[in-house]
């Protein structure tokens, strides 16, 4: 067992994450390493998740190439100031050198403009490449973005 990973999930211990599956512990490092990426907005490590020919299936049956999804993701990023994240872990299934692991995931992005909320019900796929573990795909059943309402009740920016 690598001492790193262990020391890593310990150190990041203030992210919260829920068991109710077992996760492979390498992934359970990368989650945590993820998380704190989410943490710290910053976008430029965020992208290195997700393998070349990542697909995100959206709960309408499309998909974004990485490309794509990142393009879509990363406003959130930039119109924010801080990030809490909470996940929870569904379900976790090894297959072909792969990993599924099933996820409810909720972060809570703070800007000047009030706190956008994002919850994604999902299976992310792992798959070890260039010896790093990235995702490959994910399949959400459930992808909502609450953006903060204006005093006049209207919401603010784009979603």
Known sequence: MNIKIILSAVVIGSTAASFAATVPLEIHARYMS????????????????????????????????????????????????????????????????????????VVNLKGAGGTTVVHEVCVDTWKMVNKQWVMVKTVDSKFDVTMPKTKKGKLQGKG
Do not use: Q
Not at 45 to 58: P, Q, S, T, Y
Not at 80 to 96: M, R
């Open 34 to 105: 993820l998380h704190s990426v989410m943490k710290s907005l910053n976008f430029t490590k965020f992208e290195g998740f997700f393998a070349k020919d990542f697909v995100n299936v959206d709960p309408s049956g499309k998909s974004a190439d990485r490309k794509e999804f990142l393009a879509g993701v990363k406003p959130l990023f930039a119109a924010n100031k801080s990030a809490t994240v909470t996940e929870k872990f569904l379900s976790s299934k090894k297959h072909d050198g792969m990993v599924d692991v099933g996820t409810d995931l």
